[in-house]
């Protein structure tokens, strides 16, 4: 399909979350980017969204080398990784979904002989993304949602008695699920620059021993197909090109927002005329 609209990127790890988000699309067709990597695009009903749609694979190492790939030659407006996480606290169920207004890296720090001193580091969830959250959350029905923080690990954790889970508890509390790729793709989102990013998680499991057979039991497919609709309800919400524009600040991924065209460095003989065609590059 030709790209009409604005673009927003949905990521995703696993073939079971890839194929909730696809549920969702309208008469999507494949895209294959300069370095191979594959994506689906297409209309998101309800929406002006163009949505393109990636399954990355595990890891924060592969969602952040890949989302910088991605967000370079798509240059969407804003970018969601949506998936199945594990939960942190007693009070989540299978298929609540939790929506990062945070998401730490848990890994970081230093061993020393007293023990492991951590460096914590955190990328917060954009600000207009969770407002549209939050806003589309109190009229979507058959989903129990919560906007709390998201630790994220290169493990996966079965074992609710492990030394990682301890310290987790220890040194982000606050953390409601532990996942696997959210703080890759929030860190190349960071450093992409103006493009506003979301993490969006599924439980699926209590992160524990019972792990394995929640997942034969069907929970990532359901967990999935809660965190899709969440994000769908949050883009039906969240109108494309709303940021606004004051004092001649810049919009939308650093481009100029409003009627302007600036031509620094140029010489001018007399009045300039032009037409706005679209958005500016």
């Not at 493990?155 to 987790?168: G, K, Y």
């Not at 703080?183 to 993490?199: E, F, I, M, Q, T």
């Not at 994000?231 to 481009?255: F, K, M, T």
């Amino acid at each position: 399909m030709a790209e009409t609209n604005p673009t927003v990127v949905v990521l995703t790890a696993l073939a079971v979350e890839y194929g909730a988000m696809r549920e969702l699309l309208e008469s999507p067709d494949e895209i294959v980017l300069a370095d191979g990597t594959r994506l689906e695009r297409g209309r998101l009903p309800g929406t002006r969204w163009t949505t393109a749609i990636a399954e990355l694979g595990d890891g924060a190492l592969t969602a952040a080398a890949l989302t910088t790939r991605v967000v370079a030659e798509l240059r969407p407006q804003c970018l969601l990784f949506v998936g199945v996480a594990g939960a942190l606290k007693d009070d989540l169920g299978l298929g609540d979904v939790v929506v990062g207004t945070k998401v730490y890296a848990v890994h970081g720090g230093k061993q020393t002989p007293e023990g492991f001193l951590a460096r914590p580091q955190a990328w917060h969830g954009s600000h207009r993304l969770l407002q549209a959250a939050r806003s589309a959350l109190r009229d979507l029905d058959g989903v129990r949602a919560h906007c709390k923080p998201i630790a994220c690990g290169d493990v996966v954790v079965a074992d609710e008695r492990s030394a990682l889970r301890e310290h987790i508890r220890r040194t982000y509390e606050d953390a409601y699920a532990i996942e696997t790729e959210g703080s890759g793709a929030a860190h190349a989102a960071h450093l992409c620059g103006r493009l506003d990013a979301l993490v969006i998680r599924g439980v699926s499991d209590l992160a524990d021993a019972g792990k394995a057979a929640a997942d034969a039991a069907g929970s990532q497919r359901l967990a999935a197909a809660r965190a899709a609709a969440v994000a769908a309800a949050l883009l039906r919400r969240h109108e494309p090109g709303s940021r606004e524009v004051r004092d001649g600040g810049e919009g939308p991924r650093g481009g100029l927002g409003g009627d302007q065209i600036r031509f620094e460095g140029g010489t001018y003989y007399g009045p300039v005329i032009g037409k706005i065609t679209g958005r500016p590059d």
